[in-house]
């Protein structure tokens, strides 16, 4: 049988620079999903494992608002759907933008399921928050999660809460729903709450977790320097390893033709912001992970200048005997006349290997 490898790629927030093109406000993909406001305080988003044996790792999550997401009515979870490692702490951190609240059954102020059996809102550790301050909630009924997601008060820009819980040992997917009636019809439940990818969505808990960071050159220490840290990796033959990438680049680059479109990929697609695309416009590329022998190009798309990050997920199998994928960015971020000097043609930076044993 074969298994599934999931190796994450994450990026640490920081001040950026953009990496590739001088545009700051670049416009992400039409099939993605709508961006969040970017915080005024820094929150992480890192794992801390570099290998197979993560038991640590950590996300963001943006809730935003109707109006935030273009749709008045329809608040939304940004990412809603996530994929975390097996057996692992995996603490979520969630910035929220709504000032309203929401009805919710009996009890879901409290906080439940947790490591602790408890959560930090606003740095101040809680085990439960008055019914009324409620916004919404997220919950997995089936490891007994659940979390009460304050509203935020007049003088902040957000509320921000943060927990922590441990994910199933076996690779399963994780249901999860806010269970504040916050959407719309008589009751609250109709549009938003019965919607996936918005008031609710899935865990998908894999076995093997692997992490990389892309970094700006202003983040790496070097301007101009975009980088994928680590670069290189070692993989295991004659299997599905999926790649998540938490991109915080918000400068586009000239790429070949057709290298906006995802190829090699099984299912031939990828996930950018929780959405299934085959492609992004060409003028929203930032980088792109392409490894020309075995037909895979993923396009990675620009953040926008009210989004924290743009999050890009695929799967590719492995080639079933070892051997070394050279992996390439087409678009051209680095140094030089044509872009193409630097970090581009240097090992470790803009280009490595996958090492498929």
Same mark, same amino acid.
């Given at each position: ?26 416009? /992400? ?5 709508? %961006? ?18 993560? #038991? ?32 692992? @702490?995996?603490?979520? #951190?969630?910035? /929220? ?10 009890? @879901? ?8 059996? /408890? ?6 550790? $809680? #085990? ?31 509320? $921000? ?6 994910? *199933? ?7 999860? !729903? ?10 609250? =439940? ?34 101009? =320097?975009? !980088?994928? &840290? ?5 993989? *295991?033959?004659? !299997? @599905? ?24 990929? &099984? ?11 085959? %492609? ?7 980088? #792109? ?12 798309? $620009? ?6 990050? /743009? ?15 050279? =992996? !390439? ?10 872009? =193409? ?17």
């Amino acid at each position: 049988m074969k298994k599934k490898v999931f190796l994450a790629v994450l990026v640490l927030p920081a001040l950026l620079l953009a990496g590739c093109g001088a545009s700051s406000n670049g416009t /992400s993909a039409s099939t993605a999903s709508p %961006s969040s406001p970017s915080p005024t305080t820094t929150s992480t988003v890192s794992t801390t494992a570099a290998s197979n044996s993560a #038991t640590k790792a950590s996300f963001t999550m943006t809730m935003e608002t109707g109006k935030m997401d273009g749709k008045p009515g329809w608040p939304k979870f940004v990412p809603g759907n996530l994929t975390l490692p097996a057996n692992a @702490d995996v603490t979520l #951190t969630i910035n /929220s933008y709504d000032d309203g609240n929401a009805g919710i059954p009996t009890g @879901d102020n409290k906080v439940t399921g947790t490591v602790g059996g /408890s959560m930090t809102l606003d740095g101040k550790s $809680v #085990t439960s928050i008055p019914t009324k301050d409620v916004a919404h909630t997220i919950t997995i009924s089936s490891l007994g999660l659940n979390v009460p997601i304050a509203v935020k008060t007049a003088s902040e820009k957000y509320s $921000v809460t943060t927990f922590t819980f441990h994910t *199933p040992s076996t690779p399963t997917v994780l249901n999860w !729903q806010c269970e504040a009636a916050c959407g719309s019809g008589k009751d609250g =439940w109709e549009g938003a709450m019965s919607t996936d990818n918005w008031m609710k969505g899935t865990f998908n808990v894999v076995n093997n977790f692997y992490t990389m960071t892309m970094e700006t050159g202003k983040m790496d220490g070097k301007p101009g =320097w975009p !980088q994928f &840290v680590p670069a290189n990796l070692t993989l *295991p033959k004659n !299997q @599905d390893v999926t790649i998540a990438i938490e991109s915080y680049d918000d400068g586009n680059a000239g790429i070949p033709a057709g290298d906006n479109k995802v190829t090699g990929t &099984v299912g031939g697609s990828m996930a950018l912001d929780g959405n299934t695309v085959t %492609s992004i416009p060409t003028n929203n590329v930032a980088h #792109t992970i392409t490894i020309s022998s075995i037909g895979l190009n993923v396009p990675i798309a $620009v953040k926008t200048a009210s989004e924290k990050y /743009s999050t890009t997920e695929f799967t590719f199998h492995t080639p079933s005997t070892p051997t070394a994928l050279t =992996w !390439q960015c087409e678009a051209a971020c680095g140094s030089g006349k044509d872009g =193409w000097e630097g970090a581009m043609i240097t090992n470790g930076w803009m280009k490595g290997i996958f090492n498929i044993q």
